[in-house]
């Protein structure tokens, strides 16, 4: 048996990251480091109004102020801001009208991921926006998406024709100055996904961008906007892989979600960033801001999250229960192994009357890794008969890896119930027993197992994501126990 | 609001106080206790009086605490007038060994130190360091290390006396020890105490630690307590908290245990100002069995914050949390717990529960059962709520024909009901059934006199049905 796991861990921490190559394409980048002129620089260079400027400038000023935060349990060699490109985006030969205008490169880059652009768009009837390094290379869709007066298109974009929506919202959930590294992408975000779905209407099809980082040095910082309307629904996907390097890059995104009266809107991630190699050497630091607001009553947001790559992740999706009956969720399984550390979570913020959240987190370490849930359920004073369950749970594969639970409870509202649960096991010896007796390999009931142990939360995700979730999982975890 | 100062006068009467009363502190001190406290003295002038900038004072505010003024006392004789007052305070039919503390000092009828039929030592903490050294060489401040809090370095740099108890190997105390811890002074006083308690091999002790005040002056007590459970060792740990609501008591208990030890410890806070409890709780050995319970029932401006940390240093162990509290009026309550299991602690079953029932929208609760784990083979597990009496179970009870005060009454009581029933003590459960049913009602407050009833405890309460409403 010991053998059979020792072959399996192996197995396991040998199995390769599959997203690692690199693409040669021709870079427009900004000089490295970090100063005002470089947050100039980007704004020139995106030809942006001058209230994306002020706002910019007043983030890197603020941001000038900060400290980077420590209170994560997360280990890493300080980062040198100054050694980093902040802007990189493949050259553009002209504008584009149609994908078949497209750099043959990128589609191939796009198609080796598993995303053709082309393929989706005709089968899968998935619009895609996809963004490598920090910029928005072609948003599929957009025409048939129009006719519903729905806009998915580029940030970039969105700041040039629609600028009076995104001084309305931009910053208006997660403010310029909300946290170091939020206000870090206020100053130099490059690009990232705008979405708008007007009044009534429910987005007929699943709108996803595709994050890629390809160049060498660079961070990316993108910025994704999402306002649901009165009665709208729409449901989002977010995917994101990085080449093999052996330095960190960084990461620092920032996701804005506005819901009015009785819309919904659905944010699920599967987020494979290069996790570094199975001595902890290079992959991506994911330092990610997300944050909905049920601005309007009856209004949902829920996020569904698969964490299986980067070095380290940072992120605690958000949930602003502001309109009374509102309703906020949060399913995440975060996945570590290796060195990878995970710090991750929720927060759900119960303001109006009648709110209700649900927060249900799996974690899985193994390997060396360390994954730790840090979340927040506050009922504040106004916020009666709010309801919150939580669940968090963790497994331990190995005996080197760590797993940690901080939940924060806060309630000052003495009709609402908060629930809190949390365990933390390896695979039980029983059910691995009984699988085995009936003839299932140590491998396939372990795989069994841990999908089972997921499969509450890969359930919440779109069908199309699941299936990448779910091939996910069995390569990072694949029978893997202690 | 969170403050920002943290250099209170407070601070600094403390660090000259310890100058100035250096002779009084020292006094009868081995040269190495000297060490220690001079150590301590440094550490606290660095770390200061603790503040909601630390992330494990965040929930609580001692700003207005520590802006008060408050008598010092470095002497014994200041403090002690009454000693007999402090005798009466009994729980009837416990036949117990009564030792009590008043305003921080041990106070005695015959010795201050006194070695019972069967080996064990009980007496003052200052006459210990005296006539015990090797004991304090290897025990004292040993666990309640100075990194903690300011408030930890501040008791060893000055605290003078308080209790001390050894259990040699082998022995078995038949009758319980019971502590009373009273503060009874005219002016505000600032007060600290230290006790050690020793269990040897195979030791068992029952412990019955009350803290009490006679008046309604403010206090602000910070104790430390070092309790060291050598092998198989038992330990039964009662803590009873009822005191005005002007006192703010910084309590600070650090359990160590080695193979195969056994603790249990209860807290019930009935009433208090401001109540802290720093449990720390190490298990430096195998087969150990730790039992952590709280009952809380907070009203009026109450503030409790119960901080658990358990340790697991070593494999097979279990331990087990459960804290329950009634809020109410705008009463604050915290939970903080923490267990972390280390590498190599392989087997540990380690459980945390913290319950909590808000009766008013202004009463506030902040739970945070944490756990950090770094061996697989382990089962942890900790669940939190925060809710209101079950409206089924209400129902119940009214369609019933029971009037809607004594129907919550009585689910309130069996909330806390779980907590009292671990209490194995006979005549101390029925005791706190009493007190809990009194305070339910808010009939227990620290009179004049006596905290405990002494002078009618053959009246027992009961829930009464008024059969008019019905």
Same mark, same amino acid.
């Given at each position: 048996?010991?053998?059979?796991?020792?072959?399996?861990?192996?197995?396991?921490?040998?199995?390769?990251?599959?997203?690692?190559?690199?693409?040669? #394409?021709?870079?427009?980048?900004?000089?490295?480091?970090?100063?005002?002129?470089?947050?100039?620089? #980007?704004?020139? =260079?995106?030809?942006?109004?001058?209230?994306?400027?002020?706002?910019?400038?007043?983030?890197?000023?603020?941001?000038?102020?900060?400290?980077?935060?420590?209170?994560?349990?997360?280990?890493?060699?300080?980062?040198?801001?100054?050694?980093?490109?902040?802007?990189?985006?493949?050259?553009?030969?002209?504008?584009?009208?149609?994908?078949?205008?497209?750099?043959?490169?990128?589609?191939?880059?796009?198609?080796?991921?598993? #995303?053709?652009?082309?393929?989706?768009?005709?089968?899968?009837?998935?619009?895609?926006?996809?963004?490598?390094?920090?910029?928005?290379?072609?948003?599929?869709?957009?025409?048939?998406?129009?006719?519903?007066?729905?806009?998915?298109?580029?940030?970039?974009?969105?700041?040039?024709?629609?600028?009076?929506?995104?001084?309305?919202?931009?910053?208006?959930?997660?403010?310029?100055?909300?946290?170091?590294?939020?206000? $870090?992408?206020?100053?130099?975000?490059?690009?990232?996904?705008?979405?708008?779905?007007? =009044?009534?209407?429910?987005?007929?099809?699943?709108?996803?961008?595709?994050?890629?980082?390809?160049?060498?040095?660079?961070?990316?910082?993108?910025?994704?906007?999402?306002?649901?309307?009165?009665?709208?629904?729409?449901?989002?996907?977010?995917?994101?892989?990085?080449?093999?390097?052996?330095?960190?890059?960084?990461?620092?995104?920032?996701?804005?979600?506005?819901?009015?009266?009785?819309?919904?809107? =659905?944010?699920?991630?599967?987020?494979?960033?290069?996790?570094?190699? =199975?001595?902890?050497?290079?992959?991506?630091?994911?330092?990610?801001?997300?944050?909905?607001?049920?601005?309007?009553?009856?209004?949902?947001?829920?996020?569904?999250?698969?964490?299986?790559?980067?070095?380290?992740?940072?992120?605690?999706?958000?949930? #602003?229960?502001?309109?009374?009956?509102?309703?906020?969720?949060?399913?995440?399984?975060?996945?570590?192994?290796? *060195?990878?550390?995970?710090?991750?979570?929720?927060?759900?913020?119960?303001?109006?009357?009648?709110?209700?959240?649900?927060?249900?987190?799996?974690?899985?370490?193994?390997?060396?890794?360390?994954?730790?849930?840090?979340?927040?359920?506050?009922?504040?004073?106004?916020?009666?008969?709010?309801?919150?369950?939580?669940?968090?749970?963790?497994?331990?594969?190995?005996?080197?890896?760590?797993?940690?639970?901080?939940?924060?409870?806060?309630?000052?509202?003495?009709?609402?119930?908060?629930?809190?649960?949390?365990?933390?096991?390896?695979?039980?010896?029983?059910?691995?027993?009984?699988?085995?007796?009936?003839?299932?390999?140590?491998?396939?009931?372990?795989?069994?197992?841990?999908?089972? *142990?997921?499969?509450?939360?890969?359930?919440? $995700?779109?069908?199309?994501?699941?299936?990448?979730?779910?091939?996910?999982?069995?390569?990072?975890?694949?029978?893997?126990?202690? | 609001?969170?403050?920002?100062?943290?250099?209170?006068?407070?601070?600094?009467?403390?660090?000259?106080?310890?100058?100035? /009363?250096?002779?009084?502190?020292?006094?009868?001190?081995?040269?190495?206790?000297?060490?220690?406290?001079?150590?301590?003295?440094?550490?606290?002038?660095?770390?200061?009086?603790?503040?909601?900038?630390?992330?494990?004072?965040?929930?609580?505010?001692?700003?207005?605490?520590?802006?008060?003024?408050?008598?010092?006392?470095?002497?014994?004789?200041?403090?002690?007038? @009454?000693?007999? !007052?402090?005798?009466?305070?009994?729980?009837?039919?416990?036949?117990?060994?009564?030792?009590?503390?008043?305003?921080?000092?041990?106070?005695?009828?015959?010795?201050?130190?006194?070695?019972?039929?069967?080996?064990?030592?009980?007496?003052?903490?200052?006459?210990?360091?005296?006539?015990?050294?090797?004991?304090?060489?290897?025990?004292?401040?040993?666990?309640?290390?100075?990194?903690?809090?300011?408030?930890?370095?501040?008791?060893?740099?000055?605290?003078?006396?308080?209790?001390?108890?050894?259990?040699?190997?082998?022995?078995?105390?038949?009758?319980?020890?019971?502590?009373?811890?009273?503060?009874?002074?005219?002016?505000?006083?600032?007060?600290?105490?230290?006790?050690?308690?020793?269990?040897?091999?195979?030791?068992?002790?029952?412990?019955?630690?009350?803290?009490?005040?006679?008046?309604?002056?403010?206090?602000?007590?910070?104790?430390? !307590?070092?309790?060291?459970?050598?092998?198989?060792?038992?330990?039964?740990?009662?803590?009873?908290?009822?005191?005005?609501?002007?006192?703010?008591?910084?309590?600070?208990?650090?359990?160590?245990?080695?193979?195969?030890?056994?603790?249990?410890?209860?807290?019930?806070?009935?009433?208090?100002?401001?109540?802290?409890?720093?449990?720390?709780?190490?298990?430096?050995?195998?087969?150990?069995?730790?039992?952590?319970?709280?009952?809380?029932?907070?009203?009026?401006?109450?503030?409790?914050?119960?901080?658990?940390?358990? @340790?697991?240093?070593?494999?097979?162990?279990? !331990?087990?949390?459960?804290?329950?509290?009634?809020?109410?009026?705008?009463?604050?309550?915290?939970?903080?717990?923490?267990?972390?299991?280390?590498?190599?602690?392989?087997?540990?079953?380690?459980?945390?529960?913290?319950?909590?029932?808000?009766?008013?929208?202004?009463?506030?609760?902040?739970?945070?059962?944490?756990?950090?784990?770094?061996?697989?083979?382990?089962?942890?597990?900790?669940?939190?709520?925060?809710?209101?009496?079950?409206?089924?179970?209400?129902?119940?009870?009214?369609?019933?024909?029971?009037?809607? @005060?004594?129907?919550?009454?009585?689910?309130?009581?069996?909330?806390?009901?779980?907590?009292?029933?671990?209490?194995?003590?006979?005549?101390?459960?029925?005791?706190?059934?009493?007190?809990?049913?009194?305070?339910?009602?808010?009939?227990?407050?620290?009179?004049?006199?006596?905290?405990? /009833?002494?002078?009618?405890?053959?009246?027992?309460?009961?829930?009464?049905?008024?059969? !008019?409403?019905?």
């Amino acid at each position: 048996m010991a053998t059979d796991n020792n072959n399996i861990i192996n197995e396991v921490t040998n199995s390769e990251y599959k997203y690692g190559f690199v693409t040669d #394409i021709e870079m427009d980048q900004a000089p490295m480091g970090l100063s005002e002129d470089t947050v100039r620089f #980007i704004s020139a =260079k995106k030809n942006e109004p001058e209230f994306m400027l002020e706002f910019r400038l007043k983030a890197y000023r603020k941001w000038l102020e900060m400290e980077e935060p420590t209170w994560a349990h997360l280990h890493h060699p300080p980062i040198n801001y100054q050694d980093i490109i902040f802007y990189a985006a493949p050259k553009p030969k002209k504008e584009l009208a149609s994908l078949d205008e497209v750099d043959p490169q990128l589609i191939e880059t796009f198609n080796k991921l598993g #995303i053709s652009l082309e393929e989706q768009k005709k089968l899968s009837g998935v619009a895609v926006d996809a963004v490598i390094d920090s910029v928005s290379v072609k948003t599929t869709f957009t025409e048939t998406l129009s006719k519903y007066g729905i806009i998915f298109c580029s940030f970039s974009e969105a700041v040039q024709n629609h600028p009076d929506l995104i001084k309305k919202y931009m910053g208006s959930v997660v403010p310029y100055s909300d946290n170091y590294f939020a206000t $870090l992408n206020s100053a130099v975000f490059s690009d990232g996904s705008f979405c708008f779905i007007p =009044k009534g209407v429910r987005c007929p099809i699943e709108l996803s961008t595709y994050f890629r980082i390809n160049a060498a040095n660079t961070g990316q910082f993108e910025r994704t906007l999402i306002i649901a309307e009165e009665g709208a629904y729409v449901s989002y996907m977010e995917g994101c892989t990085a080449p093999q390097r052996d330095e960190n890059q960084l990461h620092a995104a920032i996701v804005e979600i506005v819901a009015l009266q009785d819309a919904e809107v =659905k944010y699920s991630t599967v987020q494979n960033w290069y996790p570094g190699n =199975k001595k902890g050497e290079g992959g991506i630091y994911n330092f990610v801001t997300k944050r909905g607001i049920c601005k309007g009553s009856n209004s949902k947001i829920s996020w569904t999250q698969v964490e299986t790559g980067s070095a380290i992740t940072w992120k605690y999706p958000s949930v #602003i229960l502001l309109g009374d009956n509102s309703v906020g969720e949060f399913y995440s399984v975060a996945v570590t192994n290796n *060195y990878q550390q995970a710090d991750t979570g929720s927060k759900m913020i119960h303001l109006g009357k009648n709110t209700k959240s649900t927060i249900i987190s799996k974690g899985i370490s193994a390997g060396f890794s360390e994954n730790s849930y840090r979340g927040l359920v506050k009922i504040s004073k106004n916020a009666t008969n709010s309801r919150n369950y939580s669940q968090c749970d963790s497994l331990l594969m190995g005996d080197k890896c760590g797993a940690h639970t901080w939940p924060y409870i806060r309630t000052e509202n003495s009709s609402s119930i908060v629930e809190h649960e949390a365990t933390t096991s390896k695979i039980s010896e029983d059910q691995l027993f009984y699988c085995q007796q009936r003839g299932i390999s140590t491998e396939s009931a372990i795989g069994l197992i841990v999908n089972g *142990y997921a499969k509450e939360v890969l359930n919440k $995700l779109p069908m199309e994501f699941a299936v990448e979730a779910q091939k996910l999982l069995s390569i990072s975890l694949e029978g893997s126990v202690g | 609001m969170r403050s920002d100062t943290t250099d209170f006068p407070l601070k600094n009467t403390l660090i000259n106080n310890f100058v100035e /009363h250096g002779k009084d502190i020292f006094t009868n001190n081995k040269e190495s206790i000297i060490d220690i406290r001079k150590q301590a003295y440094t550490k606290f002038i660095e770390q200061g009086l603790p503040t909601q900038k630390l992330e494990a004072w965040r929930n609580t505010d001692l700003t207005a605490v520590y802006n008060e003024e408050y008598d010092h006392y470095y002497t014994q004789s200041n403090v002690i007038k @009454d000693i007999d !007052s402090v005798f009466q305070c009994n729980i009837p039919h416990l036949n117990t060994t009564m030792i009590a503390l008043l305003n921080g000092w041990y106070v005695y009828k015959d010795v201050p130190l006194k070695t019972m039929a069967d080996g064990t030592i009980i007496g003052s903490l200052a006459e210990a360091m005296k006539v015990y050294p090797e004991i304090f060489d290897k025990y004292y401040a040993k666990y309640a290390t100075s990194k903690d809090d300011g408030f930890i370095a501040l008791n060893t740099a000055m605290a003078q006396d308080g209790f001390f108890i050894y259990v040699p190997d082998n022995v078995q105390v038949k009758k319980p020890i019971q502590i009373v811890n009273v503060i009874d002074y005219d002016k505000n006083i600032f007060l600290q105490t230290r006790n050690l308690i020793v269990l040897g091999k195979n030791a068992e002790l029952t412990l019955v630690h009350c803290d009490d005040s006679y008046n309604h002056q403010k206090c602000l007590c910070n104790t430390v !307590s070092e309790i060291v459970q050598d092998e198989n060792s038992y330990l039964d740990h009662y803590k009873m908290q009822n005191v005005n609501n002007n006192s703010t008591l910084i309590n600070s208990s650090y359990f160590y245990m080695k193979n195969n030890a056994r603790l249990t410890t209860n807290g019930m806070s009935l009433n208090g100002g401001i109540l802290r409890n720093n449990n720390h709780i190490t298990i430096d050995g195998e087969g150990c069995e730790t039992n952590v319970y709280g009952l809380y029932l907070m009203d009026k401006k109450q503030h409790i914050d119960n901080q658990v940390f358990i @340790d697991h240093a070593k494999p097979n162990s279990l !331990s087990n949390e459960l804290f329950k509290g009634i809020m109410d009026d705008t009463a604050s309550g915290v939970f903080n717990g923490h267990v972390l299991v280390r590498r190599d602690a392989q087997k540990t079953n380690a459980f945390q529960r913290n319950k909590n029932i808000l009766l008013t929208d202004k009463a506030k609760v902040n739970s945070k059962p944490f756990l950090e784990i770094y061996a697989d083979d382990v089962k942890c597990s900790h669940g939190a709520t925060v809710g209101q009496l079950d409206t089924e179970a209400m129902f119940y009870i009214r369609s019933r024909g029971i009037s809607e @005060d004594s129907a919550r009454m009585l689910l309130m009581y069996a909330f806390c009901d779980e907590i009292i029933q671990k209490i194995t003590v006979e005549p101390l459960k029925h005791r706190l059934e009493d007190m809990v049913k009194k305070r339910l009602r808010g009939e227990l407050s620290v009179c004049a006199q006596c905290v405990l /009833h002494c002078s009618h405890p053959e009246k027992e309460y009961n829930f009464e049905i008024d059969l !008019s409403k019905i």
